[in-house]
Every structure is written in C-alpha cells, then in structure tokens.
T-cell receptor, first 118, second 109 residues
Framework: DAGVTQSPTHLIKTRGQQVTLRCSPKSGHDTVSWYQQALGQGPQFIFQ???????QRGNFPDRFSGHQFPNYSSELNVNALLLGDSALYLCASSPTTLTRSRSSYEQYFGPGTRLTVT | GQNIDQPTEMTATEGAIVQINCTYQTSGFNGLFWYQQHAGEAPTFLSY????GLEEKGRFSSFLSRSKGYSYLLLKELQMKDSASYLC??????????FGKGTRLHILP
C-alpha cells in the first residue's frame, strides 16, 4: 500500500516564477491538506481539499492556489514566487468518515517538496 | 487568536525519561496530535488525544487536559534514534490543524 507521494522532491525557481507541486494521497484517503514548513518552524496550514473543493484555508495570499482531481490527487500552485516562499511543502492525506471516528483524524504526511526560490 | 507553545529545545540522556509539554489557546478544540519529525523528513504520527487522560503506546505516552489547555508527550527508555523534533498540533473547531513550532530533542549517550 503506497503512502502519500509528492513530486518533485526538490525544486529551484527564481523570483516571479510560478511553480506546481503534486501530491497523491494514501490509498483510501479522500482529503488532502497542504502545509508550508520553513526551516526550524512547525508546518503552517495552507489549505485543505475534499471532494475537489477547497474546504479550509489558512492565512496565505491568493498567490497560493490548489486543485483536487477526481482520483483525490492534488496540486499546489504558487504564482509570483518570493524569496520567502522557500520552504518544505508538505502534503498530508486523511480519510473522512461520516462517524468522524478516531481513525478519520489520522493524517499521513508525504516526504515533502523542498522549494528554493533564488 | 491561535497559539501553541512548546519548548524550543530539550536535552536528555539515553535510557532516561523526558516529558515535552505543550500548551494551547485555539478557537475551539477537536483533538490534539503529536508528531515526530527527523531532520529533513516528513512528520510521522505519534498520537491523537480527544479526551482527558493518558494514552500509552509502547515507549511513548500522551496526556491531555482540555480544561487547562495542556498536553505532554512522555518518552521512556530513550534511544539515540529518538533525537528529533516533536510537534504538537491542535485541531480547532473549524477542523484546521494548527502546529506549534516544535521541540528539538537531543539525546546524549
């Protein structure tokens, strides 16, 4: 059973460019969340997708956008890159159950994409 | 506002016990997570507490007091491989997961 996968592993971009990061959730998971983690900090919630719609959003500008596909995979797009966007971008997937049982709250993280903006 | 506090760094000795504390102030509470993160790697799930009390899982235990906005992660029989960052995260009322900055734990031989 494959866990959460992300691509690419590493990426170097220059200021002003645009980037797309990809995530495939763990089998059986339908909810995908994206986080930004700066060096030495905890992950910061960007947004969450469920049923192909953005369900929750953190305090990130509109330059950060996303998409979820029918197969539950997801993309994170960042436009007009800034130096401060350099970080590890983590994708996490979780199942959603009607009963909201304990197991539905477990989140599994992918290995992340290390983005460097120069 | 949302605030999660945990110590920045801690040091402990191999074979000993260490307790990592976490206090939180969030808009509602739907559960508290602890994650372990080794340098350069993704966080891995350790525990999830919804109700008050202690939950034990092998060498790791997690405690929650909702009335005090307080949790701790207890690591017993420390091993060198436990050197990592430990992240406390709270699921708020609107289902957002808010992470603390993490506690870097150093294990000395």
């Amino acid at each position: 059973d494959a866990g959460v996968t992300q691509s690419p592993t590493h990426l170097i971009k220059t200021r002003g460019q645009q980037v797309t990061l990809r995530c495939s959730p763990k089998s059986g998971h339908d909810t995908v969340s994206w986080y930004q983690q700066a060096l030495g900090q905890g992950p910061q919630f960007i947004f969450q997708y469920y049923e192909e719609e953005e369900r929750q959003r953190g305090n990130f500008p509109d330059r950060f956008s996303g998409h979820q596909f029918p197969n539950y995979s997801s993309e994170l797009n960042v436009n007009a890159l800034l130096l401060g966007d350099s970080a590890l971008y983590l994708c996490a997937s979780s199942p959603t159950t009607l009963t909201r049982s304990r197991s539905s709250y477990e989140q599994y993280f992918g290995p992340g994409t290390r983005l460097t903006v120069t | 506002g949302q605030n999660i506090d945990q110590p920045t760094e801690m040091t402990a000795t191999e074979g000993a016990i260490v307790q990592i504390n976490c206090t939180y102030q969030t808009s509602g509470f739907n559960g508290l997570f602890w994650y372990q993160q080794h340098a350069g790697e993704a966080p891995t799930f350790l525990s999830y507490n919804v109700l008050d009390g202690l939950e034990e899982k092998g060498r790791f235990s997690s405690f929650l007091s909702r009335s005090k906005g307080y949790s701790y992660l207890l690591l017993k029989e420390l091993q060198m491989k436990d050197s990592a960052s430990y992240l406390c995260a709270v699921r708020s009322r609107d289902d957002k997961i808010i992470f603390g900055k993490g506690t870097r734990l150093h294990i000395l031989p």
